[in-house]
């Protein structure tokens, strides 16, 4: 099994709405949590980090939800410029090596 | 701002070679990684330092080696190129624990011929 798995979508939706996506991870010992994006033919760059308490930017929330060990991050109000892929990173305490899930594809239309 | 160099953005070479890919960072992290980037397969973990001249393999280290001589720079070498390592190669460093966010290099497209 896979430590950290993401539907690969790819999501296609339109502008103006809202969308979630889940990662779900398989080692309880994990401590750290976070959101990349990464737009095509670039570099993975951090979107934001995944607090206990939940963490809200802007128009982007990322929850964690350690009991059924996943997060996730929703995304209100669509815009084109949000189609990318985002990856999902979970470190495990002591660890130096963060594993990445393999990304979701978000597809915004007009 | 934290930034991540890389020596080239693309790069053609043919089988047999012995390829070196550069990778310079200027925040005094302790931890560079390198990672190959292939559709559908994700990001995968060739090899990582923790500190100078100190090396982990990871999941993928056959064909490949790593030097860092200085803090700042960590290279990858494939000894002999071959053409199932045409890839994305991506660098990247971090701040001592995995608590911290990477940063990540541009990137070196390869293609071996």
């Known amino acids: 099994r896979k430590e950290v798995e993401q539907d690969p979508g790819p999501f296609n939706v339109p502008e103006g709405a809202t969308v979630a996506f889940n990662c779900t991870y398989s080692n309880s010992a994990s401590q750290s949590f976070f959101w990349y994006r990464q737009d095509c033919r670039k570099e993975p760059k951090l979107l934001m980090s995944?607090?206990?308490s939940g963490n809200e930017d802007g128009r982007f929330t990322a929850q964690l939800n350690r009991a059924s060990q996943y997060i996730s991050l929703l995304i209100r109000d669509s815009k084109l410029s949000d189609s990318a892929t985002y990856l999902c990173?979970?470190?495990?305490?002591?660890?130096?090596?963060?594993?990445f899930g393999r990304g979701t594809s978000l597809i915004v239309h007009p | 701002d934290v930034k991540v160099t890389q020596s080239s953005r693309y790069l053609v070479k043919r089988t047999g070679e012995k390829v070196f890919l550069e990778c310079v960072q200027d925040m005094d992290h302790e931890n560079m990684f390198w990672y190959r980037q292939d559709p559908g397969l994700g990001l995968r973990l060739i090899y990582f330092?923790?500190?100078?001249?100190?090396?982990e393999k990871g999941d993928i280290p056959e064909g490949y080696s790593v030097s860092r001589e200085k803090k700042e720079r960590f290279s990858l070498i494939l000894e002999s190129a071959s053409t199932n390592q045409t890839s994305m190669y991506l660098c990247?460093?971090?701040?001592?624990?995995?608590?911290?966010?990477?940063?990540f290099g541009p990137g070196t497209r390869l293609t071996v011929t």
């Open positions: 330092s923790y500190d100078v001249k100190m090396k």
């Open positions: 990247a460093s971090s701040l001592i624990t995995g608590e911290y966010e990477q940063y």
């Open positions: 990173v979970v470190n495990n305490g002591g660890s130096y090596i963060p594993t």
């Open positions: 995944v607090y206990s």
